[in-house]
């Protein structure tokens, strides 16, 4: 940023003390309140629509939501209420709330608000811990805080534990598990659940008739309150209730999401980044604000500067794939459809292409909110008949949650095309909790007693080979996993410069060698995003003498035996992957090589470290950019 001073001024937030013993709040302290509120709600507006600009997201209304209860509580601390001082919260995506608390706190100047999300900021799209000054817990993913909350609480006996939920949240499976634990042992916890009535993909109240958290959480044991969020002496009574108890207590607190946000308001596009012009329209509103409208109007996205040889164009594979079931679905009849397909959506629908499905063939489309786990086994269960098949898609991240379900999809010999995007770390500003690096999890079934494990993990490298394979495989038996990435791809170009894939039927179990050798020169093996920075890699140094061919492994799990013979005669193999180097493509690779004969030498790289936020900058922080690939090859080449 040009100005590093930070336009709101946040010195102007007012002490306060309040005590829970006195159920009602004076005129003063009211005023002071509705002060505090006002000010860190419009910084967090600012802040958050400010990365937006940028191109980062920010995450807008989950954190602006919270900040009432947020400010009685921390009032509560100031008195002296035995309260773990730590404002866990559940659903990760609101660390907006975690940076202001930290500037607040004094562990850090409010100008690092100005750079939330950006690369090296230390101020990623989820809390973690040791990165962030100020900020004592990591969140990971939703709905994962309330069992570790139960262990907290365990560890503080004498002092409530608060736990900021939210009605998206308390859909994962885990919640129902820490609340059982939680009552039976007693424990000492306060949830409070934000129920705004808005997750990603729409409105649970509509999508999900029954869902009510109040009758869930009292039938769990927990003395359960309901409350209107933006009621101050309401909220304020009812926190003062939840907080005299010393057994785990639940509140649930009724507002829209964004409140009070022209545009915004209970409108599932709150849960990002506010557009700017919302931003804008709200600032100005508010008044004296004219140093954070400016910044506002004058930031613009910041665009990969990168270049890469080999290839060209722009594919969005992760929205592809919504397209290219329609196209399979088109050759059905409606009976058929609905006799042989059901398509389940994790509430991350737009991000995963699933939103044309919905649009076009609502029928077959099953709206299942933010259950990674269940939703899986139920596409499994709808699969696991001849002649049907459910199809899944979320995060690849998520992959990591679902490994029992999909141990008992296998032993079931069901048959799921799961897609999960945001594979790797390309474009992944929520950082290290979202990286989807641990996918050859999947792949863990051993052969059957009457046939072959058909469990079959794809990773194409562009939109061309992205859409021949969904097409080859869309009626294969058994578990396809189907794998993109957030960031979009090039298309591969070959040797005579046209797009290596366009045209080119996709045969399971194929390597492709997209780049020859000469007569002693070694291979790099890659996949997915990896492959056009490896091709960049291997044409920039064959200019420069050093000669490296380029093999893509698009189906990660099965073994060309042509291929590997190939390879098992060069001097050198290097895997180049996206995933977890201990667990990715390379940590099985060398063993398929000494199998096949292999005396050369061998390396692989693959995401070794914790995230560092930004978008394109992560491929580069992981060595995983032609720079980095570069200098491995030139290692392995030279005997080192």
């Given at each position: 940023m040009?100005q590093d ?6 010195s102007?937030?007012k002490?306060?003390k ?5 159920a009602?709040?004076s005129e003063d302290?009211k005023?002071t309140?509705?002060h505090?509120i006002?000010?860190c709600r419009?910084?967090i507006?600012f802040?958050t629509?400010?990365?937006g ?6 995450h807008?209304g989950?954190p602006?939501?919270t ?5 009685i509580?921390?009032?509560f601390?100031?008195q ?10 559940e659903?990760?995506?609101r660390?907006a709330?975690?940076?202001l608390l ?5 562990a850090m100047?409010?100008?690092r ?5 950006e ?7 989820h809390p973690?811990?040791g ?11 939703l ?5 570790f ?8 006996p004498?002092k409530?534990?608060v736990?900021l939920?939210?009605?998206?949240s308390?859909?994962?499976g ?12 007693e ?6 659940i ?5 997750t ?21 044991g927990?003395t359960?309150e309901t409350?209107m969020?933006?009621?101050?002496d309401?909220?304020y009574?009812?926190?003062?209730r939840?907080f ?6 639940a509140?649930?607190?009724k ?10 308001e209970g ?7 506010l557009?700017a012009?919302?931003?804008i329209?709200?600032l100005?509103?508010r008044g004296?604000y004219?140093e ?10 910041e665009?990969?500067?990168l270049t ?18 329609n196209?399979m679905?088109?050759?059905?009849d409606e009976a058929q459809?609905m ?10 629908e ?5 939103h044309?499905i ?7 489309f099953?709206?299942g909110g933010i259950?990674?786990?269940g939703n899986?086994?139920?596409a499994?269960?709808f ?8 199809i899944y ?7 990591e949650?679902c490994i029992s ?7 079931n010999?069901s ?9 790797g ?6 950082n ?5 690096i641990?996918s050859m999890?999947?792949d ?8 072959e ?5 794809y ?5 061309f ?7 080859r ?8 996993f189907?794998f ?5 791809v ?14 080119k039927v996709?045969?399971p ?5 997209l ?13 997915g995003?990896a492959?056009?920075r ?6 920039g140094l064959?200019?420069k003498?050093?000669?490296?061919g380029?093999?893509?492994k ?7 035996e ?5 390879l098992?005669q ?5 895997v180049?992957?996206g995933?977890?180097?201990?667990t ?9 090589l ?7 030498r061998?390396d ?21 950019d032609?720079?980095?690939i ?5 290692k ?5």
């Amino acid at each position: 940023m040009a100005q590093d001073t930070f336009p709101i001024d946040l010195s102007k937030l007012k002490p306060l003390k309040l005590d829970p013993a006195v159920a009602s709040l004076s005129e003063d302290a009211k005023a002071t309140l509705r002060h505090n509120i006002q000010l860190c709600r419009d910084a967090i507006v600012f802040f958050t629509a400010l990365a937006g600009a940028k191109g980062l997201s920010g995450h807008s209304g989950g954190p602006y939501d919270t900040v009432p209860e947020v400010m009685i509580i921390r009032a509560f601390i100031a008195q002296g209420v035995p309260i773990v001082p730590v404002f866990y919260d559940e659903a990760g995506h609101r660390v907006a709330t975690q940076y202001l608390l930290s500037v607040l706190n004094g562990a850090m100047p409010a100008e690092r608000l100005l750079h939330y999300r950006e690369y090296n900021s230390g101020l990623p799209g989820h809390p973690e811990k040791g990165l962030t000054p100020g900020v004592e817990f990591s969140s990971g993913r939703l709905g994962h805080l309330w069992a570790f909350c139960n262990g907290v609480a365990m560890a503080n006996p004498g002092k409530a534990v608060v736990l900021l939920g939210s009605d998206g949240s308390q859909m994962e499976g885990d919640d129902a598990e820490a609340a059982r634990l939680a009552v039976g042992k007693e424990l000492n916890i306060k949830v409070l659940i934000d129920d705004n009535n808005v997750t990603i993909a729409g409105h649970p109240q509509q999508y999900m008739p029954g869902y009510d958290l109040t009758r869930t959480l009292s039938g769990y044991g927990l003395t359960t309150e309901t409350t209107m969020g933006e009621d101050l002496d309401a909220l304020y009574v009812d926190l003062c209730r939840v907080f005299n108890n010393q057994l785990p207590h639940a509140l649930i607190i009724k507002r829209p999401m964004a409140p009070g946000i022209s545009g915004a308001e209970g409108n599932p596009h709150a849960h990002d980044a506010l557009k700017a012009e919302v931003a804008i329209a709200y600032l100005e509103k508010r008044g004296g604000y004219a140093e954070a409208i400016a910044l506002l109007k004058s930031a613009k996205p910041e665009k990969s500067p990168l270049t890469y040889r080999g290839s060209s164009g722009v594919g969005k594979n992760r929205d592809d794939f919504g397209k290219l079931i329609n196209q399979m679905l088109d050759g059905m009849d409606e009976a058929q459809r609905m006799a042989s397909v059901r398509v389940f959506d994790n509430d991350l629908e737009g991000s995963c292409g699933l939103h044309h499905i919905r649009e076009k063939y609502p029928q077959v489309f099953v709206r299942g909110g933010i259950m990674e786990r269940g939703n899986f086994s139920a596409a499994a269960g709808f699969g696991s008949s001849r002649g049907k098949q459910g199809i899944y898609a979320t995060f690849s991240a998520f992959l990591e949650m679902c490994i029992s379900e999909i141990t008992m999809a296998r032993l079931n010999f069901s048959n799921v095309l799961a897609h999960f995007s945001h594979s790797g770390v390309d474009d992944m500003a929520d950082n290290t909790c979202h990286f989807g690096i641990n996918s050859m999890f999947a792949d863990g079934g051993v052969k059957p007693g009457h046939g072959e494990d058909m469990t079959r993990l794809y990773f194409p490298a562009d939109q061309f080979q992205f859409a021949a394979c969904v097409k080859r495989i869309f009626n294969d038996p058994g578990l396809r996993f189907l794998f993109s990435t957030r960031a979009p791809v090039p298309d591969l170009l070959g040797e005579d410069g046209k797009p290596f894939y366009q045209g080119k039927v996709f045969e399971p179990g194929k390597d492709d060698l997209l780049r020859k050798p000469g007569a002693n020169g070694g291979y790099v093996v890659t996949y997915g995003e990896a492959v056009y920075r490896a091709l960049d890699a291997v044409i920039g140094l064959k200019e420069k003498g050093v000669d490296a061919g380029l093999v893509n492994k698009s189906t990660l799990n099965v073994v060309d035996e042509s291929m590997m013979r190939t390879l098992a005669q060069a001097p050198w193999v290097l895997v180049v992957e996206g995933w977890n180097v201990k667990t990715g493509l390379g940590s099985r690779f060398g063993s398929y090589l000494l199998e096949a004969g292999f005396k050369g030498r061998y390396d692989h790289l693959g995401t070794h470290v914790e995230g560092s936020g930004g978008l394109w900058q992560q491929m580069g922080y992981q060595g995983l950019d032609p720079a980095g690939i570069s200098a491995a090859i030139v290692k392995l080449n030279s005997g080192g």
